[in-house]
């Protein structure tokens, strides 16, 4: 389980660079994104809420302690790509994760049996990845969770040179896909823009914040906020898709019987 804090700043697409530069004396190219061409990757989450929109809520009611369930992967399907179903939790100002990895492959007969011993890629039951299975599933199970939008997102990542357990992500072109189905996770065709004159900046850090981002940060006037790329990405869908109620926020019953 990995324990953080992170803080978020929505910031204009036209500071990129310059933030960018400013911070390259500090900060190492994360080892992921250097394999790629462009030095960034595409970060794709299926996630989950209940029928009545309860994860959502949280979220927009400033819920302190609240979690978010997800399926996610990385870039575009070529090869036999790895998943991971994942539990992020808050507490207060602290994030958590459990994660669990498992084949693309075999999502669907995963979701069919709930064989996790066997579909789960860990070397034996008593493994952590094996219980984070479990607890994705039990959570999935006992609140009935069913699929409500497909976030992604080009991401940027480095690390602190002098201290690894700072990262920093420039998450860019957010875009999303409302009740999207396990084979939907790695769509392009039908996402729509969310935010398209913006990124977010994420820091998160282990320890203290450290005074050279702190005066990084007051440099470029940039102001924390409470962005949830998933709630922005269900109001985004409220626009285009009627099947999300705006008064209510609950999904009509025509969701769950079709």
């Avoid at 978020?8 to 911070?23: A, C, F």
Wanted: aromatic content about 14%; some cysteine.
């Amino acid at each position: 389980m990995i324990y953080r804090r992170e803080f978020k700043y929505l910031v204009p697409n036209e500071l990129l660079t310059p933030i960018r530069n400013v911070l390259k004396p500090f900060i190492s190219l994360d080892d992921f994104a250097m394999q790629r061409d462009k030095k960034e990757y595409t970060v794709r989450s299926i996630y989950y809420d209940t029928k009545s929109m309860q994860y959502y809520l949280e979220k927009i009611e400033g819920y302190k302690i609240r979690k978010k369930i997800r399926i996610r992967g990385y870039n575009n399907l070529l090869g036999e790509k790895v998943v991971f179903l994942e539990i992020k939790r808050k507490y207060e100002n602290f994030n958590m994760k459990n994660r669990s990895p498992v084949l693309y492959g075999d999502l669907e007969e995963l979701f069919a049996t709930g064989n996790i011993e066997d579909l789960v890629l860990s070397n034996k039951i008593s493994d952590k990845r094996t219980i984070d299975g479990k607890r994705f599933f039990y959570n999935m199970n006992s609140n009935s969770l069913m699929p409500t939008v497909l976030v992604v997102y080009d991401r940027e990542a480095f690390f602190g040179k002098l201290d690894r357990s700072i990262r920093i992500t420039f998450d860019k072109n957010l875009r999303s896909m409302g009740f999207p189905k396990l084979k939907d996770l790695y769509r392009e065709d039908v996402l729509v823009p969310t935010e398209p004159n913006h990124f977010v900046l994420e820091l998160k850090f282990n320890l203290g914040f450290p005074e050279w981002l702190q005066n990084i940060v007051s440099c470029f006037n940039l102001n924390r906020v409470a962005f949830s790329k998933y709630s922005n990405c269900i109001d985004i869908q409220n626009k285009y898709d009627p099947i999300f109620n705006v008064n209510t926020y609950k999904f009509r019953n025509s969701v769950f019987t079709n």
